[in-house]
């Protein structure tokens, strides 16, 4: 079988995230990425991953392949992008980042509300604990828990200046191994190899992290691989077996 090209965005906020905004919806989204010619979206709010089903369901019927994780905030700040594929696994994932978020009441009023909703934006639940905290986990720790749910692990818009493994270390840990980074939609990745040369030898994606409506899809990249399914996107993320990613 011949390798396709199929455009995706993996790092976007719905409006469970407290920062997301009210208009970033199960529905809004599956409809903006068949509108867009984008076949693969993953959804990425902070240290949860309870809105992920509903549009996972929503992206089936309409032919959009819904990577569902989160975007993890580490002990140390740092930003990393998780995906796992199946319920049992995503279940998971949600307990293991449960039990590390503090409980930190939110505030609503200060930091936006954390609600879940199905397709028809029915509230399904509501995050107590607010949700942009880092949880009680190092990077290490966080990859090694993904890696044991055989998930999709990406170190966050590392050329931002916070939140990103370089702004907060200085430098990636030897030891770790992220399928790919992710640069933000306005980074130049011919300079950013050129400041940290070392980064050469990394695979990368580019990403919209989208908050609001104006901003979703509006950055992405192209994966090549033979059929829309995790496992191809996992080995395009990887390099491996001829797939691969090409950025926008």
């Known amino acids: 079988m011949e390798l396709g090209s199929y455009k995706g965005d993996l790092h976007n906020h719905t409006f469970l995230s407290p920062c997301g905004d009210i208009e970033m919806t199960p529905r809004f989204i599956v409809s903006r990425a068949r509108e867009k010619g984008y076949s693969i979206v993953g959804i990425t709010d902070h240290n949860t991953t309870r809105q992920c089903p509903e549009i996972h369901a929503l992206g089936q019927e309409n032919g959009i392949l819904v990577l569902c994780g989160a975007e993890i ?92 493994v370089i702004s907060q270390l200085g430098f990636i840990p030897f030891d770790l191994k992220p399928d790919s980074l992710e640069i933000s939609a306005r980074c130049d990745h011919a300079q950013l190899l050129q400041t940290h040369k070392y980064l050469s030898k990394y695979r990368f994606i580019r990403s919209s992290d989208a908050h609001y409506q104006e901003d979703f899809l509006s950055s992405g990249c192209t994966f090549h691989i033979r059929e829309l399914t995790f496992s191809e996107v996992a080995m395009a993320l990887r390099g491996q077996e001829g797939r691969f990613v090409s950025l926008d």
């Open 73 to 164: 905030t580490t002990r140390e700040e740092v930003h990393c992008l998780a995906f796992v594929e199946g319920p049992e696994r995503l279940d998971m994932l949600q307990e293991y980042l449960s039990k590390h978020l503090p409980p930190i009441p939110n505030v609503p009023e200060k930091f936006g509300y954390q609600l879940w909703v199905d397709r028809d934006e029915n509230i399904l639940g509501e995050e107590e604990y607010l949700l942009i905290s880092a949880i009680d986990q190092s990077l290490e720790q966080v990859e090694a828990f993904v890696r044991s749910l055989d998930g999709i692990f990406i170190l966050a818009h590392v050329d931002k200046s916070r939140d990103s």
